[in-house]
């Protein structure tokens, strides 16, 4: 038996792990590689290629760098089963085919069209939290893993050998998700994230009372509060703390990815920590889709929640060109901002650089960090709690140097290598 890991091996994207157990075939996650650490790839960055005599793929939750090249095993001739959450399919869904108009718009390679991804629907397998299904021989347990909604991690019992995969998780709660669900059964063998394994998150509480200062600080002097979120989580858990501070007595108003993201997300109610109050916020904004009504809302104070997070397209663009000059207005960035994304040079230079635009931007700029990841603390609660008698540190850009902290700690840990095979 052995695995071998095709991406998201010390590196963040990418993702995908082939578990052959001489019998069974099954593959994590497969997904592309859009940013890294020194900036914004040209084009993204693929998986390594695999066979296609497998016997299922598991999905762990919809984000590109997981999803991002599932429909090319399609497009090469791949027709077994996918396993995910409903959630998960319908929100990949969005965010694949955002990446094939990307990828037109851009001029990169096709590897797959909405050809592709239809065969991936029919072989679609929905499954949900707490649920037990079969691989063969293999049993599989589903686990919430607390990072967006519909996102899972996966317990595969293998007779002699019982391995977990993570994906990305999220051990404590947020306004919009429950943390993680423990694993409760033996594992030998733990694969997981360290997005986050070198640092902690600065307490969540002050963070959400940060954002709603701001938010409260910049109407009361008749400015717009401009949030950018990512589409999938964020939006929605910004909309949530907005709710929670009070702050929906202001016009607010949710433009983008967003949009479709959010009722995707309250297709699914059961999966989330607040599905009322997140479906009353939902119908109470103005939705935003052109630009003559952006044009509309920006004359008066208002709360404008759009994408993209990073500041790299989407709708934000267009009220920053319109904004950027006004010193009552704030732009508030609520996620974690790549280095060489638009919104990171901001941060680091006051200005608004891309391939189309430069200019100064004289709003309020604020970081706040509402992380969809564990913090380092957490992460080192998880593997604890799963007390697995071996660690593969994957999804992270110090995967070696956590994995030789884990080691300190005791742990029989390792950083696998793109390419590499481990047996297990
Ligand atoms: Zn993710
Ligand atoms: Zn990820």
């Given at each position: 038996?052995?695995?071998?890991?095709?991406?998201?091996?010390?590196?963040?994207?990418?993702?995908g792990?082939?578990?052959?157990?001489?019998?069974?075939r099954?593959?994590?996650?497969?997904?592309?590689?859009i940013v890294?650490?020194?900036?914004?790839i040209?084009?993204?960055?693929?998986?390594m290629k695999?066979?296609?005599?497998?016997?299922?793929?598991?999905?762990s939750?919809?984000?590109?760098?997981?999803?991002?090249?599932?429909?090319?095993?399609?497009?090469?001739?791949?027709?077994?089963?996918?396993?995910?959450?409903?959630?998960?399919?319908?929100?990949?869904r969005?965010?694949?085919?955002?990446?094939?108009?990307?990828?037109?718009?851009?001029?990169?390679?096709?590897?797959?069209n909405?050809?592709?991804?239809?065969?991936?629907?029919?072989n679609?397998?929905?499954?949900t939290?707490?649920?037990?299904?079969?691989?063969?021989?293999?049993?599989?347990?589903?686990?919430?893993?607390?990072?967006?909604?519909?996102?899972?991690?996966?317990?595969?019992?293998?007779?002699?050998?019982?391995?977990?995969?993570?994906?990305?998780?999220?051990?404590?709660?947020?306004?919009?998700?429950?943390?993680?669900?423990?694993?409760?059964?033996?594992?030998?063998?733990?694969?997981?994230?360290?997005?986050?394994?070198?640092?902690?998150?600065?307490?969540?509480?002050?963070?959400?009372?940060?954002?709603?200062?701001?938010?409260?600080?910049?109407?009361?002097?008749?400015?717009?509060?401009?949030?950018?979120?990512?589409?999938?989580?964020r939006?929605?858990?910004?909309?949530?703390?907005?709710?929670?501070?009070?702050?929906?007595?202001?016009?607010?108003?949710?433009?983008?990815?967003a949009?479709?993201?959010?009722?995707?997300?309250?297709?699914?109610?059961?999966?989330?920590?607040?599905?009322?109050?997140?479906?009353?916020?939902?119908?109470?904004?103005?939705?935003?889709?052109?630009?003559?009504?952006?044009?509309?809302?920006?004359?008066?104070?208002?709360?404008?929640?759009?994408?993209?997070?990073?500041?790299?397209?989407?709708?934000?663009?267009?009220?920053?060109?319109?904004?950027?000059?006004?010193e009552n207005?704030?732009?508030?960035?609520?996620?974690?901002?790549?280095?060489?994304s638009?919104g990171?040079?901001?941060?680091?230079?006051?200005?608004?650089?891309?391939?189309?635009?430069?200019?100064?931007?004289?709003?309020?700029?604020?970081?706040?960090?509402?992380?969809?990841?564990?913090?380092?603390?957490?992460?080192?609660?998880?593997?604890?709690?799963?007390?697995?008698?071996?660690?593969?540190?994957?999804?992270?850009?110090?995967?070696?140097?956590?994995?030789?902290?884990?080691?300190?700690?005791?742990?029989?840990?390792?950083?696998?290598?793109?390419?590499?095979?481990?047996?297990?």
């Open positions: 038996m052995y695995l071998k890991f095709l991406g998201g091996a010390r590196e963040v994207g990418r993702s792990v082939l578990f052959d157990t001489g019998k069974e099954i593959l994590f996650d497969y997904g592309i590689k890294n650490s020194e900036g914004p040209k084009e993204p960055q693929l998986p695999v066979n296609l005599n497998l016997d299922a793929i598991l999905l939750h919809a984000h590109l760098d997981h999803s991002g090249f599932v429909p090319n095993l399609y497009h090469r001739g791949y027709r077994g089963p996918l396993y995910t959450t409903a959630t998960t399919l319908d929100l990949s969005i965010l694949l085919k955002d990446s094939i108009k990307i990828a037109r718009i851009k001029n990169y390679p096709e590897h797959f909405t050809k592709d991804m239809k065969e991936m629907e029919k679609e397998f929905r499954i939290y707490g649920q037990y299904f079969h691989v063969g021989r293999l049993g599989v347990g589903v686990y919430d893993a607390g990072h967006i909604p519909g996102s899972v991690m996966f317990h595969v019992d293998a007779g002699d050998k019982k391995l977990v995969y993570s994906g990305d998780i999220k051990v404590n709660d947020t306004e919009l998700l429950r943390g993680l669900e423990p694993i409760r059964e033996n594992t030998d063998i733990l694969m997981v994230e360290s997005t986050y394994g070198e640092r902690d998150h600065p307490p969540r509480e002050d963070q959400e009372k940060k954002l709603a200062e701001v938010v409260k600080e910049t109407l009361e002097n008749e400015g717009i509060a401009l949030l950018a979120c990512f589409a999938v989580g939006a929605q858990e910004v909309l949530l703390i907005l709710k929670k501070f009070g702050l929906d007595k202001y016009p607010i108003y949710l433009d983008g990815m949009i479709d993201a959010t009722k995707i997300i309250l297709k699914y109610p059961e999966l989330i920590k607040h599905p009322k109050q997140l479906k009353k916020m939902y119908h109470k904004v103005t939705k935003i889709h052109k630009n003559k009504e952006r044009d509309k809302i920006i004359k008066e104070p208002g709360i404008i929640v759009t994408t993209s997070g990073m500041l790299n397209g989407g709708p934000v663009v267009h009220y920053l060109e319109k904004l950027h000059d006004n207005c704030s732009l508030v960035l609520t996620g974690f901002q790549v280095p060489g638009a990171r040079i901001l941060l680091d230079t006051g200005k608004f650089v891309t391939e189309e635009n430069e200019f100064k931007v004289n709003c309020k700029t604020h970081f706040i960090d509402l992380s969809a990841h564990a913090g380092r603390e957490e992460l080192l609660k998880y593997i604890k709690s799963v007390d697995p008698k071996k660690v593969l540190v994957m999804h992270g850009d110090q995967c070696e140097k956590f994995s030789q902290e884990l080691k300190d700690m005791g742990y029989d840990s390792y950083a696998p290598k793109r390419g590499e095979k481990v047996e297990i």
